[in-house]
């Protein structure tokens, strides 16, 4: 077998010493990055950025939000047509299985009616049917595991009392 060519000097210090060199490197290299993230982070509001901030305290913010509005939603106004909120809960398939019978439901008892699932994130253990303007049909908050009142509902029933309450 032929000997193995030593890199460096014929001694082997050099490798030793570019060994301890790399390693100081690349604990230095780490030390800035995690310095580099520190300095990234977001820095602290100002009064003046928390003045413009909604909070309990000011209520003048929260009062100058306007919500967004399509044309769609202009038309629903006018009357024309109702939009319904279903909010189900997203634990358990049974939530939504009946948000959707009743949505098939009110979409065929009522024309021109918009059904909405879920427009924006629900509550945990919800399961609520409301209008658009804020009136409540059905509303069932805080349902807990086996969710037997969710399964017992009568589908047929809550679309007939919504669909007299709309007319």
């Known amino acids: 077998m032929a000997p193995k060519k030593k890199r460096g000097s014929e ?3 050099s490798s030793v010493a570019t060994r301890s060199a790399t390693r100081a ?3 230095a290299t780490r030390g800035a990055i995690s310095r580099e993230v520190i ?3 977001k820095p602290k509001t100002t009064p003046a ?3 413009l901030t909604p909070s309990v305290d000011n ?3 929260i009062a100058r939000k306007k919500p967004k509005t399509t044309p769609a939603d202009a038309s629903s106004s006018s009357g024309a047509s109702k939009t319904i909120i279903i909010e189900h809960c997203t634990q358990s398939k049974s939530f939504k299985t009946k948000a959707n019978q009743v949505k098939k439901g009110l979409e065929k008892a009522v024309a021109g009616v918009k059904v ?3 427009p924006e994130n629900p509550r945990e253990g919800c399961f609520e049917v409301r209008e658009e303007s804020g009136d409540t049909f059905v509303s069932m908050l805080g ?3 086996p969710f037997d009142e969710i ?4 589908v047929e029933k809550v679309v007939s009392d919504i669909v007299e309450r709309i007319r």
Do not use: I
Request: proline share 4%; charged share 40%; aromatic share 0%.
């Open 25 to 27: 490197t690349a604990k």
């Open 143 to 145: 349902v807990e595991s």
């Open 39 to 41: 300095a990234r982070k």
């Open 59 to 61: 209520p003048e913010v």
């Open 151 to 154: 399964k017992a509902l009568d």
């Open 116 to 118: 909405e699932l879920n």
């Open 11 to 13: 001694s082997g210090e």
């Open 49 to 51: 950025d928390a003045a």
